[in-house]
């Protein structure tokens, strides 16, 4: 297979799980990407009269929060590969009244936009699944305006439940092609970001606790995650095995208001130069 066919394989496979996920990402347990998405929002400095891409915007975790920033004078665009993402989004749009917002399927590689066309380009803890996050990046450069803002964000800290229960779904999926360079330490992030040539990079951490009512609340969050494809491979008496020895693992982390999770996450904006 060669690099191409590797990077449209990748992409198809992205989309897939995602797609799977569609329905209930960020809609069971707490709302850990609502919650960072308007960090990322705010860190963005978005006024109400900007235009906004958002790439890779999911269940609209971004682009919702920056949809109200922007008003009527504004405009947000959310761009996602997957199709289940980008219909059900853009029915959450029309639904909150959100008409200065839409939705369109679209690769983050190759943007159908003009270039210097936003003032602000947002991306979600998405680009770390990018075939080529070096080309997405020279997409976001591309489409932004001189001046104008990069705002990025990725995971740092992770609940060690979380680390171990993907660690131990390996034997039932492997989700190594879903995932590339983590892009997890602010030295990488910065990197990155300066190497795409956008300058005045600052990266910062965040970190929040998120409480799951009980431990099958917990449970019932991980079929929104990536790790449903390993758990819907289980057979059932697999998979009742795997939760009685994974519920040992949530007492340690539970406390008299529910399951206790930690997550952190880098948050990273550039600005593109004006020469």
Avoid at 77 to 101: F, H, K, N, S, Y
Avoid at 174 to 179: F, R, Y
Wanted: hydrophobic letters at 45%; one cysteine or more.
């Amino acid at each position: 297979m060669d690099g191409d066919e590797h990077d449209t394989a990748r992409k198809d496979a992205v989309a897939t799980a995602y797609g799977r996920l569609a329905a209930d990402y960020d809609r069971i347990g707490p709302r850990i990407f609502s919650y960072f998405g308007e960090r990322l929002v705010e860190v963005a400095a978005i006024r109400p009269d900007t235009l906004v891409l958002d790439v890779a915007a999911g269940r609209g975790a971004v682009l919702l929060p920056a949809a109200e920033r922007v008003g009527k004078r504004g405009r947000a665009i959310g761009i996602d590969l997957t199709p289940a993402m980008v219909d059900l989004t853009a029915a959450e749009l029309l639904r909150r009244g959100l008409t200065q917002a839409a939705m369109r399927q679209m690769d983050a590689e190759d943007l159908k936009f003009e270039d210097e066309a936003f003032d602000r380009v947002l991306c979600g803890f998405s680009l770390h699944h990018f075939s080529r996050p070096s080309q997405a990046l020279a997409e976001f450069w591309r489409v932004l305006r001189p001046g104008g803002t990069v705002a990025v964000s990725t995971w740092g800290q992770r609940p060690a439940l979380f680390s171990w229960l993907r660690e131990s779904l390996k034997t039932y999926e492997d989700t190594a092609e879903l995932v590339g360079q983590p892009f997890d330490t602010p030295s990488d992030l910065a990197t990155a970001l300066h190497e795409a040539g956008f300058i005045d990079v600052r990266v910062t951490s965040e970190a929040a606790d998120f409480i799951y009512a009980d431990d099958e609340a917990w449970w019932e969050s991980n079929w929104a995650f990536l790790q449903r494809g390993a758990l819907d491979r289980m057979t059932p008496a697999d998979l009742q095995r795997f939760k009685a020895i994974a519920f040992e693992r949530v007492r340690s982390v539970t406390q008299a208001d529910g399951v206790h999770q930690r997550w952190g996450a880098l948050l990273a904006v550039g600005i593109k130069p004006r020469d």
